[in-house]
């Protein structure tokens, strides 16, 4: 190797370990220490080195974190060691046969016990040779599994490499180490992975467990990357040890692998064979506030030299057990099966449902997100159901009680024409959703204007779902563009609508024209892929929708988080002559917000201008949206998260962990009124 290569290899070797330390400290310890923009100068340093010297290539570069290759399908390769179900105890005296069934395989001990969450996500081992992460199975029938080692490697909980942690915690470096667990999606990150995929017209899932497998077992591996998985270690498979194995029980091994840098789930304990009902019912009690969602306790004989000696039956351990929660189901009637159009054309169908009382929430509905679904479960109306909450507040049907069902009850037959136009609807290949494809129908159009109006939107306050859907029934608007020729006038011609009210609503929406910022007008347009953050975007590299209008797709991908799909839908968008007589009237009648440094130029004062906030906590009189908008419209930038190019932290009643960030990062934090003054254009005395 000549000098300069040594160099470039010296320097990479520091870039890994660098930004490894980095991820770890953001997405593990959630204390990031550099900005965004220090993190991305380093990665792209290390992009531009790896790409001029291929021979220091290394699949667990940080640089493949962020996935790009697309599998064919998944390799199925054998376990080393099987990987075993679990029993379950359904209930106390379940649990109790349990114990007297251990007391008799290693009789005349006291048993210690190590309890764990049982998780609610899939189940994974991932394997460690000297040091470095090789590959990823998925349980799979326990024997074999699916190789799903590139899409693992862009889960930022999972360590890379455990040398250094190794050398901290004084461990040796195990030649081999499997490390079983369970990879999740936290209700919190499932909430907004839905917002955001029901925003921009994609797909959301039934429940976090379906998100978390569906991320995994998804051959594009940037579309991993993209979602918040976190993987929560609960065993090991094989190790081999260089001097001896340093973990005689399963405390030791949870201990271990949190040394080596793996996540465990915080309420693990050791607990002696009186204690576990107590704990039991502590975690069943702690279970709705959990972040992640589970449906169990897994309690494991602590000493692992006594759970070789008890050994497995044909499925499962004889040492640990699968003390399960209660279901929470109840049994109702499904009056019938409705079906609604969505602003994208998708066909949802919904059960309809006799209200019923379940664990303190009425449930009248839930959705049977498409055709295969109902069909799977053979639902019928008329049927008895069995409707059950999962982990979270999402109900949820899960299956017909066949005894009950009556004489009469016909097979479901998925409509095939539009309920709401009742043209001939569609299913696509490849895809589960029957969708409407006729650009005018009311269903809809009113989807897509409740959407325009709506918090996503240019959120036009006083403007309700109700009373668009009367103006879209009445023929009064066929455009959200309609709305802004609408006049007091038109509006008293409606049931109900007073003079009052008329005044308001057109007054809303003239004050919407006039405060429409650029970020949220593209947020408005719905465009399928397109959410919030894409929007804002957007906003920050075109100077107005024309500017977005002319942008090819690939000057579109240059811009960060767009990819080839969001890039295609974009340009699907701006290519749809209906959609350019739209933007054409948006002009027409003054809607026609530009970028915020522009708007500046243009003149009215800007006092934000340039400069990035970020809320936390709820604030008085104002809504999150509405405090966003106001720096928007005051050429200001709303942040993404906390990092140090952050200006202004905006704090309000019960600040989150956004608060300890930033004052670890040294930015400036605001109260609201410190923020109001700011935004009149006031300076602040210090
Ligand atoms: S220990 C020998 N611990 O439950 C089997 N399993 O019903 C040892 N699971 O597929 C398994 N949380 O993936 C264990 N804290 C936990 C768990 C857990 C969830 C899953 C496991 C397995 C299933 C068995």
Partial sequence: MNGSNAQAAQRVKTLRGLLEHHNRQYYVLDAPEITDAEYDAL??????????????????????????????????????????????????????????????????????????????????????????????????????????????????????????????????????????????????????????????????????????????????????????????????????????????????????????????????????????????????????????????????????????????????????????????????????????????GVLTPVAMLDPVSLAGVTVSRATLHNEDEIRAKDLRAGDTVVVQRAGDVIPEVVGPVLELRPQDAEEYVFPQTCPSCHEPVKRLEGEAAWRCLNLSCPAMLKGSIIFFVSKAGLDIEGVGKRWIEILVERGMVKSPADLFGLTAEDLLELDRMGEKLAGNFVASIAQAREKATLARLIGALGIRQVGTQTARTLAAHFDDLDAVGAASAEELQDLPDIGPEVAASIRAFFDNPANHELLARFKAIGLWPRRAAVEAALGGPKPLAGKRFLFTGSLEGLTRNKAESMVEALGGVVAGSVSKKLDYLVVGQDPGSKLDKARALGVQVLSQDDFERLARGETLSS
Avoid: C
């Fill in 43 to 344: 990665f792209r340093e290390l992009q531009e080195l790896e790409a001029t010297h291929p021979e220091l290539d290394d699949p667990n570069s940080p640089t493949r974190r962020v996935g790009g290759g697309v599998a064919q399908a998944f390799a199925s390769r054998p376990h080393r060691l099987r990987m075993y179900s679990l029993d379950n105890a359904l209930t106390g005296e379940e649990w109790t046969a349990f114990l007297e069934r251990l007391g008799r395989v290693l009789p005349a001990r006291e048993f210690s016990f190590w309890a764990d969450p049982k998780f609610d996500g899939l189940a994974l081992e991932v394997i460690y040779e000297d040091g470095r992460f090789v590959s990823a199975l998925t349980r799979g029938d326990g024997e074999t599994g699916e190789d799903v080692t590139g899409n693992m490697r862009t889960v930022r909980n999972l360590p890379l490499d455990i040398r250094d942690h190794a050398a901290k915690a004084k461990l040796p470096v195990p030649r081999i180490l499997e490390v079983r667990g369970e990879v999740v999606i936290t209700k919190k990150d499932f909430r907004a992975l839905n917002e955001a995929q029901d925003e921009a017209g994609a797909k959301v899932f039934a429940n976090p467990r379906n998100a978390a497998a569906g991320s995994i077992r998804q051959l594009d591996s940037a579309v991993t990357a993209s979602r918040p998985l976190k993987f929560f270690a609960y065993g090991i498979g094989v190790t081999e040890w260089p001097l001896g194995d340093p973990w005689p029980t399963q405390r030791a091994v949870m201990e271990g692998l949190s040394k080596l840098g793996f996540t465990i789930a915080e309420q693990g304990r050791a607990v002696d064979a009186a204690g576990v009902e107590a704990l039991y019912a502590r975690l069943e009690q702690d279970r709705d506030s959990l972040p992640f969602e589970i449906d169990g306790m897994v309690v494991k004989l602590d000493r692992l030299d006594w759970q070789r000696e008890a050994g497995f039956t044909a499925r499962a351990p004889r040492w640990a057990v699968a003390w399960k929660f209660p279901p929470r189901q109840a049994r109702t009637v499904l009056k019938r099966i409705d079906v609604q159009v969505g602003r994208t």
